[in-house]
């Protein structure tokens, strides 16, 4: 009879040491994933964190371009009435004496009406490619090196 039972007490030993080895394998898988998703949770808050900085930055430089349209169109109109109006230098060449005088009460010269619309168009380009490289340059230093 002992022997029997030293032989179910060693069954008994071997069967919990299995369990034992099962349960800790299966803990020190949880703990893995417990990790893996702690890190992907701090992965996703710092991607949130770089979109805020880049919606806040994108916002800002929207509401240059914005103001820069309303700025060209300003200008158009005011080109337009005749409230402002471009003035461009200009030096004409000396022609030989034909024997007339030209005028000494002629107008300043100005830009054709039609070039006028080409004009604003030109300054407003300028505004908004000077406002996206200042935006990009805004968007690198503050969202991409903020990382490093």
Known sequence: MTKYLAAIIGVL????????????????????????????????????????????VDQQFQEALSNADEARKRLVAQLGTGDRRVYVRAACPKLPDSGTTGSTDAAAIELDPAARQDYADLRASITRTESQVIGLQSYITHVCRKGQ
């Open 13 to 56: 030993v071997i069967v919990l040491l299995i369990g034992w080895h099962h349960v800790s394998a299966q803990n020190t898988l949880i703990e893995s994933q417990a990790s893996t998703i702690a890190q992907q949770a701090a992965d996703a808050a710092e991607l949130d964190r770089n979109l805020k900085a880049r919606d806040s």
